[in-house]
């Protein structure tokens, strides 16, 4: 008798470890996915080139930002639309390949490549070229992190347009809201019109409002500030405070 009731144990036992074993454990834990992508949507009542910190048009606008990313790789696209006027500065298409090299926990490199197409009276009007935008960042903290972005435009087809940008910001980031502080310097390293100016931004966002499981939205306020230009006929001395409303696809 005791050696009948001994074999029930030792099946029951060996019931209750088959039930915790890993193979019945990964049927129920969901593997990552291979990619994301995200689509931002956003209207402004100024036209506004975030790389660039400066505005570009006084009517209202309508942009379109796209990212795909993979485990080495990434994708993003930038589409603007100048509402009223079909023919501003506000028209134009960013398309770039990128890779981030995570140097620690804290400091990251990304650099892209790609093409930036202006699009005031087709899909590629002259001036459109290869570009270079890279961006390293600094995480100081959870809710704070500092960038810097350098943007090189057109290297290939028309190098005697070249421009260098710089641009600075410190990102402050909780819960929903998001402040940016940055400032902008269109140097003249490399450019051959001698053009420059000096700009400054500040946004204020209330972002991450959740209207379903793969949709949010948010709202904020821009104000900029062209402190200094050498060529107010390429690169006017427009100030002002715009609105934005956004929504968050993914």
């Not at 050696?3 to 019945?24: E, K």
């Not at 902008?184 to 490399?190: L, Q, R, T, Y």
């Not at 053009?195 to 991450?208: A, M, P, Q």
Request: aromatic share 14%; hydrophobic share 40%.
């Amino acid at each position: 008798m005791k050696r009948i009731l001994l074999v029930f144990l030792l099946l029951a036992l060996f019931n209750d470890v088959n039930s915790f074993s890993p193979g019945d454990s990964t049927k129920s834990v969901k593997k990552e996915p291979r990619s994301k992508s995200a689509l931002t949507v956003r209207t402004h009542n100024a036209g506004y080139f975030a790389f660039t910190t400066r505005i570009i048009s006084t009517n209202p606008a309508l942009d379109f930002f796209y990212t795909y990313d993979r485990k080495k790789w990434g994708f993003m696209s930038f589409k603007a639309f100048d509402l009223y006027d079909h023919t501003t500065s506000n028209n134009f298409m960013l398309m770039m390949f990128r890779k981030t090299f995570r140097l620690n926990d804290r400091l990251t490199i990304t650099p892209h490549v790609g093409t930036i197409l202006e699009q005031t009276n087709s899909f590629a009007d002259k001036g459109s070229d290869i570009s270079s935008i890279i961006i390293t960042s600094y995480k100081i903290s959870n809710s704070l992190t500092i960038d810097h972005t350098a943007i090189l435009g057109n290297l290939v087809i028309e190098p005697m347009s070249r421009d260098w940008f710089n641009r600075l910001r410190f990102l402050y980031s909780k819960k929903h809201l998001d402040v940016t502080l940055q400032a902008c310097h269109n140097n003249k390293v490399i450019d051959h019109d001698n053009s420059e100016y000096f700009s400054t931004g500040l946004h204020v966002f209330y972002n991450r409002v959740k209207i379903s499981n793969h949709v949010s939205m948010g709202a904020g306020a821009t104000g900029l500030l062209m402190a200094y230009s050498n060529t107010p006929s390429e690169y006017p001395k427009t100030n002002g405070v715009f609105f934005s409303l956004l929504a968050y696809i993914h």
